[in-house]
């Protein structure tokens, strides 16, 4: 079967940005822009296109998500499909903006993702939870007839790891938004044992303009290893915080700044990397390039810490949330999380202790891999970035002495750290 | 003659770091600083098929398992 491609549509949505409007749009003037919904008529029509695009996941993973949609598709039964939004990388907006600016992109795709693979069932898992717009554009939606699946949605509880794909499974079942152990994975058995698609809000949005324009269309973008835009959060050195839409590979200095101002570039949020200046300053944002520098484009959280600030004090306050963040469930990461956060915490300090350093990396060494999750080699990817980068530093702390001259914290993180159990439910 | 490629996985979610495993395998098992397994990854050698089968039996937490690669 061949694709109608809405030739002008398809030319107006090729420049960037393709995803984000300049304002909020309703049903009406979103069809306008994109053209109606393009279901296949079919399970699994769908799943050639999107193979051919090379999409990859955008919620930090990067896994290639024709497979995921093969697997749920090719399954018998009741199946389910979720569009994440969770967001729960502190620093990271480009979901949030992306359901408030163009609502409707995220719900065709949840759609057509539900056509792909015959879900029956669908859900929408968000930080903010059933908010108006979102509810007045399923009840648009609903009045034109567009949505062949309803929707269900539902609020992320404010925890770290609430968006990991199986503690949102567990967390739309009645329980707590907690990991499990796979396999086997939600593609195999999810939500209440039926096979589960979770797809990050961005991705189901590139589905929706790939269903549409072709997947010609979206290779136009990006590398060919790695094709399309993505949404990117941007911190610059004075503090602000963009959402940009950009081209995969584009070079990191036209999004972060490498001047004088600049300390270290973080690349992939809190689970990401540092990469040191002016060293990285010609690379360019895909994970081919960025693997060598064992970094990763993650979710897109980009910033540019000001050389006004320790790289050692922003690292050891972020790795003391990202422990206080550890399910517990695992022994290393309940064990090891807190001690590294205390190691850094010393070594951000003035005379750190000879052995801590080397504690650090041992116990580094001792989570990693070893958590039901990926939180214990996402943490440890961070540490041992800022180990690296940061060594200048850290001879200057051994001396007593530190290159700051400015104490606030730089890196945002959520107000008032969860204590409770219950913030997990 | 029957070939073993199966390697040990730990459920870490399962299991409370008794450490009954170590003490009966410690040629592919020892234990962290903390009291939890350390597993070698590779496939289990067939001279130690029968030890590893009763360390996966012997786990309190059944958080122990043979797993096909």
């Given at each position: 079967m061949t694709t109608t491609v809405n030739e002008p549509a398809a030319r107006q949505a090729a420049a960037l940005p393709r995803l984000l409007p300049a304002a909020p749009e309703d049903l009406r003037r979103h069809l306008a822009r994109y053209g109606p919904m393009p279901y296949r008529g079919q399970a699994g029509l769908l799943i050639g296109d999107i193979e051919t695009s090379g999409l990859a996941g955008r919620g930090g993973a990067a896994f290639p998500v024709y497979r995921?949609?093969?697997?749920?598709?090719?399954?018998?039964?009741?199946?389910?499909?979720?569009?994440?939004?969770?967001?729960?990388?502190?620093?990271?907006?480009?979901?949030?903006?992306?359901?408030?600016?163009?609502?409707?992109?995220?719900?065709?795709?949840?759609?057509?993702?539900?056509?792909?693979?015959?879900?029956?069932?669908?859900?929408?898992?968000?930080?903010?939870?059933?908010?108006?717009?979102?509810?007045?554009?399923?009840?648009?939606?609903?009045?034109?007839?567009?949505?062949?699946?309803?929707?269900?949605?539902?609020?992320?509880?404010?925890?770290?790891?609430?968006g990991q794909e199986s503690a949102l499974v567990n967390h739309l079942g009645g329980g707590p938004a907690l990991p499990t152990f796979q396999p086997p994975r939600v593609t195999e058995r999810g939500l209440r044992g039926a096979p589960t698609l979770v797809q990050n809000v961005e991705t189901l949005a590139h589905i929706a303009l790939i269903a549409r324009y072709g997947p010609r269309w979206f290779r136009a973008a990006g590398t060919s290893a790695e094709p399309g835009s993505m949404l990117t959060t941007v911190y610059s050195p004075d503090g602000k915080c963009r959402v940009i839409e950009t081209e995969i590979g584009a070079p990191l200095n036209t999004l972060l700044s490498s001047g004088p101002e600049t300390r270290a570039w973080l690349v992939g949020g809190y689970h990401g990397a540092w990469l040191p200046l002016p060293k990285a300053a010609a690379l360019t944002l895909d994970n081919g390039t960025l693997k060598k520098y064992g970094a990763a484009a993650g979710a897109g959280v980009l910033a540019a810490l000001p050389s006004d600030r320790c790289g050692l004090t922003e690292t050891a306050r972020i790795v003391s949330y990202l422990a206080a963040e550890s399910a517990g469930q695992c022994g290393p990461c309940l064990n090891g999380l807190p001690r590294i956060?205390?190691?850094?915490?010393?070594?951000?300090?003035?005379?750190?202790?000879?052995?801590?350093?080397?504690?650090?990396?041992?116990?580094?060494?001792?989570?990693?891999?070893?958590?039901?999750?990926?939180?214990?080699?996402?943490?440890?990817?961070?540490?041992?970035?800022?180990?690296?980068?940061?060594?200048?530093?850290?001879?200057?702390?051994?001396?007593?002495?530190?290159?700051?001259?400015?104490?606030?914290?730089f890196l945002p993180l959520p107000d008032g750290i969860p204590t409770s159990e219950d913030d997990w439910i | 003659m029957p070939e073993t490629l199966d390697s040990l996985k730990v459920n870490p979610i399962d299991c409370t770091g008794h450490g009954v495993c170590a003490e009966l395998l410690p040629e592919l098992i020892w234990l962290d600083e903390w009291g939890y397994p350390v597993v070698d990854p590779r496939p289990v050698p067939p001279q130690l098929d029968r030890e590893a089968r009763r360390a996966v039996a012997a786990c309190p937490a059944l958080a122990l398992k043979l797993m096909r690669r």
């Open positions: 995921k949609l093969a697997i749920v598709a090719r399954a018998r039964g009741r199946k389910v499909v979720v569009a994440n939004g969770a967001e729960s990388e502190p620093a990271s907006r480009k979901d949030e903006l992306l359901l408030r600016a163009a609502p409707n992109l995220v719900l065709d795709g949840l759609q057509l993702a539900a056509e792909a693979t015959g879900a029956t069932e669908a859900h929408l898992y968000t930080h903010y939870g059933p908010t108006p717009q979102l509810l007045r554009a399923l009840a648009e939606r609903a009045a034109a007839g567009l949505d062949m699946v309803d929707v269900t949605i539902t609020q992320a509880p404010p925890r770290f790891l609430a956060a205390a190691g850094l915490a010393e070594l951000a300090g003035p005379r750190p202790r000879r052995q801590v350093r080397a504690d650090v990396e041992r116990w580094a060494g001792l989570v990693e891999g070893r958590g039901a999750c990926h939180h214990p080699d996402g943490t440890v990817r961070f540490v041992r970035s800022a180990l690296t980068v940061f060594a200048p530093e850290l001879s200057r702390h051994e001396k007593g002495q530190c290159s700051a001259t400015n104490r606030r914290p | -």
